[in-house]
């Protein structure tokens, strides 16, 4: 469950970068829609799936309030996935 947390981690952060940094930008200044609503349901389901993941393996691992409220900060901000995952979730770091 750890390998696909850490992907999920991963994939959330590389489809909130894409979606702000890229296909907003798209829909809004070159009126280009498309890719946007792809993206924007792609970053939706990885979004939705790291919040379930966290609450799962947090319950699982034990972990306290504080690291359940930083994942989910982190799933609210820029490039703070990246940072759970190589803080927080790589096989060596966890407990």
Do not use: D
Not at 30 to 57: M, R
Not at 59 to 72: A, C, D, E, Q, V
């Amino acid at each position: 469950m750890l390998k696909l947390f850490r992907a999920t981690a991963i994939l959330e952060g590389i489809s909130y970068l894409a979606l702000f940094g890229v296909t907003m930008p798209l829909k809004y200044w070159a009126e280009i829609p498309g890719p946007n609503k792809i993206v924007g349901n792609a970053h939706g389901v990885l979004f939705i799936a790291f919040i379930i993941l966290t609450i799962v393996v947090g319950i699982k691992k034990k972990w306290g309030i504080k690291k359940l409220l930083i994942f989910g900060v982190a799933s609210l901000l820029p490039f703070a996935t990246f940072y759970v995952e190589e803080k927080y979730l790589r096989p060596e770091k966890i407990a």
